[in-house]
C-alpha cells in the first residue's frame, strides 16, 4: 500500500470494530509511538526526510503517522516503520507531547481535528484512564493547557476531547 493522505474525520475509521489489536502483542508501532521511516523509497514517497513522526491510528497492517514538522499524516504500511525509544534521534516537541499523552492516557487513536485561536484540538480515544492521569497529563501541559473535556464513547471506548497550545 502507498501511503496516502487522509482528511480529518469526526472519529477514527471503525471506532465501533474492534480491530483485534488490544492486548494481541503484535511487534510494530502502536498508537503513540514515535517512528521513522527507514526504507528511503516510502520517505521519499511520503515526502517526511529522516523525521521523527508520532503513530496516531493503528489497524491491522497499516499505521497513520503524523509529522508535525511537515503538518501531515499518512497511512503506512506497518512493516515500514520502526519505531524508536524517546530521546534516541530529535523529535518535535509536539511529537513528543503526543507521545507522552498517549501513554499516560492508554489512547488507541489520536485525531488532529482543528486549530481554535492560538491552540490546537485533539481527540484522543482511549480505552480506559483514570483521573491521576487526567491531572498528569493537564500538568505536563502547563501553561499551554486550554480545555479538557471527557466524552463517553460507549462501553469500550471514551472520547477525549484536549486542547492546548503547540508551538508554530
Known sequence: MSPRETPPADRPPDADEDDGREGAGDAGAEVGDLVVIPVPRIRAQVGCGERVGVV???????????FPEIERAF???????????EGRL???????????????????AIEIYERSGDADVFHVYTRGTDLDALVRVRASLGADFRRLAVEPGGVRRARLTLVFRTAT
Request: glycine share 0%; hydrophobic share 50%.
Open 75 to 85: 497511512w503506512v504500511d506497518r512493516d515500514t516503520v520502526l519505531a524508536i525509544p
Open 56 to 66: 496516531v491510528e493503528d489497524r491491522r497492517n497499516v499505521v497513520k503517522v503524523f
Open 90 to 108: 530529535p523529535a518535535s516537541p509536539l511529537a513528543r507531547r503526543l507521545h507522552e499523552i498517549a501513554r499516560a492516557l492508554n489512547a488507541v
